[in-house]
């Protein structure tokens, strides 16, 4: 019994023995795998071509857009359009009431044929230049009540477009007071939307960006992921010292009517382009529960952690800005989510 014992506690005392012999070795082991340099793959960095784009937001306004009426108020004879017709330049679009225009037809006659008689009579040196000249100031400015008279009794269209509204009807009396949500004295509307154009506000900053002619984009979530090409063609010429910013008209080709005015869109003008840092996206970390962002580069076989602000994407590609990133350097651009600054590190491209 007393044996049995004594090989009990000898095993006790080998296995206790082992226990100890192999603890160091697995420290030793687990120490050397942490020593180990983690694989990475690089990118040498190099600086590309990017062009520079600014984003607003903008309504759609119609290229031209008139609220039509006579000069005076008067019956209105006729109205030959509706809310939502397509007229051409140069249609008739309302008539007024005749009545002026007749008597001014009559005074043009009488004022021509009395002209015409103190012109031959002037001729003949029977007259002086005076009673010539008053005959003839009499009949222009008949000629002249004339033109107005036609010209505001019946109202054609100035350019092709669409009819917006429709104020009066026919037979009633037009009063020459505001009667459109703009403010303003109308018996018709109407816009021209084969062009339409976006007004944007853009910061004081671009003043000296901006020029005329430069290319911009719309886009609009009523037609997703379509994009309509268009073009700055006018700069407001002064600055709003209230919001600091100064306004542009772009210019859209519509010929298919797709876009309206009233419509809500997102304005994409391109400025000039540079050259800047541009790196895989996915080379770019962020911080956890931080807008943080950083990158890591390889020196001599470590790694080291740059904290980077990130400017425009150009496909997959970002541009990273930051002072202690050049061309040239080793960008970690594969297992870089694992790693820790100061970390060894073992290239493997």
């Known amino acids: 019994m007393k044996n049995i014992f004594n090989q009990i506690i000898t095993l006790f005392v080998l296995a206790a023995l082992t226990l100890s012999a192999c603890a160091p070795e697995e420290k030793t082991q687990e120490k050397a795998q942490e020593n180990k340099a983690r694989p990475i793959k690089t990118h040498i960095l190099t600086m590309d071509s990017i062009q520079r784009t600014i984003n607003y937001t903008a309504n759609v306004i119609a290229f031209e857009e008139l609220y039509y009426a006579p000069a005076q108020p008067g019956r209105i004879s006729a109205i030959y359009v509706e809310v939502g017709d397509r007229v051409q330049k140069g249609q008739e679009l309302v008539k007024m009431e005749q009545t002026q225009l007749t008597q001014s037809l009559l005074q043009v006659e009488e004022a021509r044929r009395n002209f015409m008689r103190m012109d031959t009579l002037y001729n003949l040196n029977s007259i002086p230049k005076q009673q010539y000249d008053q005959a003839k100031t009499q009949y222009e400015i008949a000629l002249s009540n004339l033109e107005y008279l036609q010209d505001n009794t019946v109202l054609t269209a100035p350019f092709s477009g669409v009819v917006t509204g429709k104020y009066y009807e026919t037979g009633e009396l037009y009063s020459g007071a505001p009667n459109t949500q703009a403010g303003k004295a109308a018996v018709i509307a109407l816009m021209q939307i084969s062009k339409v154009k976006a007004v944007v506000s853009i910061s004081e900053q671009y003043f000296a960006e901006i020029k005329k002619g430069m290319t911009a984009e719309l ?43 009233g419509m809500y869109a997102k304005v994409a003008i391109h400025l000039k382009s540079e050259l800047a840092l541009l790196v895989p996206a996915i080379a770019v970390v962020k911080e956890d529960g931080t807008n943080n962002r950083y990158v890591f580069i390889h020196e001599n076989g470590i790694a080291r952690k740059v904290s980077v602000e990130v400017g425009m994407r150009k496909n997959d590609r970002i541009e990273v800005i930051s002072d202690k990133i050049k061309p040239g350097v080793e960008l970690v651009v594969a297992g870089q989510s694992k790693l820790m600054n100061g970390d060894e590190v073992e290239v493997k491209n």
């Open 219 to 261: 886009t609009t979530d009523n037609y997703p992921g379509r994009v309509f090409d268009g073009r700055i063609y006018k700069l407001h010429p002064t600055i709003d010292a209230a919001t600091r910013t100064f306004k542009v008209e772009i210019l859209i080709d519509n010929k298919k009517e797709l876009l309206r005015p």
